[in-house]
């Protein structure tokens, strides 16, 4: 029952009797006892309660011309009924659109910002703790979970360390993994948690086990 009082019963009831006024076409050409317009507008459109439009049916039935405009009203009702249903469901659908659109952003930022991409393929081979000074700093997010390290040319696959140390020798964070050949070379991929550590230039160290360690400068922002 919608909030005027109208069941499905009761608009069945005043069509089979409003039908049964059209079917026996009283003409009214002096429109004698008709209800103004705005009253067959509130019925059509439900707007008057059905208590208040029971006074005006015995009309409908035996007036063609109210019948007429009656219809006229209620199909122009319905139309706008159904227009302002699909606006409904337009916008609801945008919403929904833009709502995933933004979620698909979000965890494809989150994505981008849990991996970080290290890539020393055109650097040099250092030899001890020192980073070279000639080198720019590799650039590296706090916040990045996961490290995908692409490493000098000529290195080999296999197992690597790799762990970031400060000016003075302190560890930051220490992992391991195993380098593999790929079509962006020999890659090595590590889980490193950095985000309780400060921002700032430290020391990136990269060894095969093993081997003496490679060094490299970072800036951890």
């Given at each position: ?6 069941s ?25 006892g ?19 439009a ?5 009309h ?29 469901a ?9 709502a ?21 393929r055109?650097?040099?081979?250092p ?44 560890s ?15 890659t ?6 950095l ?20 060094s490299y ?5």
């Amino acid at each position: 029952m919608n909030a005027k009082g109208y069941s499905e019963r009761d608009e069945k009831r005043i069509l089979d009797v409003l039908g049964h006024g059209l079917l026996k076409e009283f003409p009214n050409p002096d429109r004698t006892g008709c209800p103004g317009s705005d009253v067959l507008k509130r019925i059509a459109s439900h707007e008057m309660p059905l208590a208040d439009a029971e006074k005006w049916l015995n009309h409908l039935t035996s007036c063609s011309p109210c019948y007429g405009d009656f219809s006229q009203l209620q199909a122009a009702y319905q139309h706008r009924r159904t227009r302002t249903l699909l606006a409904i469901a337009a916008s609801i659908l945008i919403v929904a659109c833009v709502a995933s659109w933004a979620f698909f952003l979000k965890q494809k930022e989150s994505s981008v910002t849990q991996t970080a991409v290290l890539d020393l393929r055109n650097r040099s081979i250092p030899r001890g703790t020192e980073p070279n000074p000639a080198e720019p700093p590799l650039k590296v997010s706090r916040t990045a979970t996961h490290w995908e390290i692409y490493l000098p040319l000529g290195s080999d696959e296999g197992r690597y360390d790799v762990r970031i140390v400060t000016d003075s020798g302190e560890s930051l964070m220490a992992a391991s993994g195993i380098a593999k050949l790929n079509s962006r070379g020999i890659t090595l991929q590590v889980a490193v948690t950095l985000s309780s550590a400060r921002s700032g230039r430290r020391v990136l160290q990269i060894r095969k086990a093993g081997s003496e360690w490679n060094s490299y400068t970072v800036l951890l922002e």
